[in-house]
């Protein structure tokens, strides 16, 4: 947990340092699984992010009363869709999910290229 580089890293090993523990009344919790573009590699900051425009748009354009929304990254720079599904189903169903965008595919593909069983990697 900490800074690094562009990223901030919250208690529970993922780009977004807010608490996850017990969602708030009226939170919608979306989760972005992935690799480097789900985490952001080369943004700025978090707030430059795909989940941190994203959160932003949802809240300014499809906020009501009483509701918010949470983006979180939950991806890491080179995870294959195997990553993701071992993460999602060890850890993710703990935070309480209501919607989980996989941004999944490249990483698959350019390690299978390279003959690498995505399945084990």
């Given at each position: 947990?900490?800074?690094?580089?562009?990223?901030?890293i919250?208690a529970h090993?993922?780009?977004?340092?807010?608490?996850?523990?017990?969602?708030?009344?009226?939170?919608?919790?979306?989760?972005?699984t992935?690799?480097?573009?789900a985490y952001?590699?080369g943004?700025p900051?978090?707030?430059?992010?795909?989940?941190?425009?994203?959160?932003?748009?949802l809240?300014e354009q499809?906020?009501?009363?009483?509701r918010?929304?949470?983006?979180?990254?939950?991806?890491?720079?080179?995870?294959t869709?195997?990553h993701?599904l071992l993460?999602?189903?060890?850890?993710?169903?703990a935070?309480?999910?209501d919607?989980v965008?996989?941004?999944?595919?490249?990483?698959?593909?350019h390690w299978?290229m390279?003959?690498i069983?995505?399945?084990w990697?």
């Amino acid at each position: 947990p900490g800074r690094t580089a562009n990223a901030t890293i919250g208690a529970h090993q993922l780009r977004d340092a807010r608490p996850l523990a017990g969602k708030a009344p009226g939170t919608v919790r979306v989760f972005l699984t992935g690799g480097s573009t789900a985490y952001g590699s080369g943004a700025p900051d978090d707030a430059r992010t795909i989940a941190g425009y994203l959160e932003r748009a949802l809240n300014e354009q499809a906020g009501a009363p009483g509701r918010r929304f949470e983006v979180v990254t939950a991806g890491f720079p080179g995870w294959t869709s195997t990553h993701e599904l071992l993460w999602s189903t060890l850890h993710l169903v703990a935070y309480e999910p209501d919607v989980v965008v996989a941004l999944s595919g490249h990483n698959d593909v350019h390690w299978g290229m390279l003959g690498i069983d995505v399945r084990w990697f």
